[in-house]
């Protein structure tokens, strides 16, 4: 519940799909959330749902590609990638919080993240 475990990364070419997913207690956390982060850059958040409304929101460059979703049964958040670019390719990493007492893609917001899970898109 606290620990947040991530998988489903793997290496594909550019233009495939993966599922990443999430083991996350969903009834104690308000917002699960998706970041990602490249050698040399910094954490970007990718996407987000909160878990009880089901609100959705999207990082601008995933939109239309991503779709992230919760499984209360599995107790799991699941990010469906399709038409993957190598700009892609990051460490993806699940992330959680009790409460939004700010922006969505801000990862200081978020107290609970997962070690991560490695995605590499090659051209």
């Known amino acids: 519940q606290v620990q947040l475990v991530e998988s489903g990364g793997d290496s594909v070419e550019a233009g495939g799909s993966l599922r990443l997913s999430c083991a996350v207690s969903?009834?104690?956390?308000?917002?699960v959330a998706w970041f990602r982060q490249a050698p040399g850059r910094e954490r970007e958040g990718v996407a987000a749902?909160?878990?009880?409304?089901?609100?959705?929101y999207y990082a601008d460059s995933v939109k239309g590609r991503f779709t992230i979703s919760q499984d209360n049964a599995k107790k799991t958040v699941s990010l469906q990638m399709t038409d993957l670019k190598p700009e892609d390719s990051a460490m993806y990493y699940c992330?959680?919080?009790?409460?939004?007492?700010?922006?969505?893609?801000?990862?200081?917001?978020?107290?609970?993240w997962g070690q991560g899970t490695q995605v590499t898109v090659s051209s």
């Open positions: 992330a959680a919080a009790l409460r939004l007492g700010g922006l969505w893609y801000r990862a200081s917001n978020f107290d609970y």
């Open positions: 969903l009834s104690i956390y308000y917002i």
């Open positions: 749902i909160t878990t009880g409304r089901g609100s959705t």
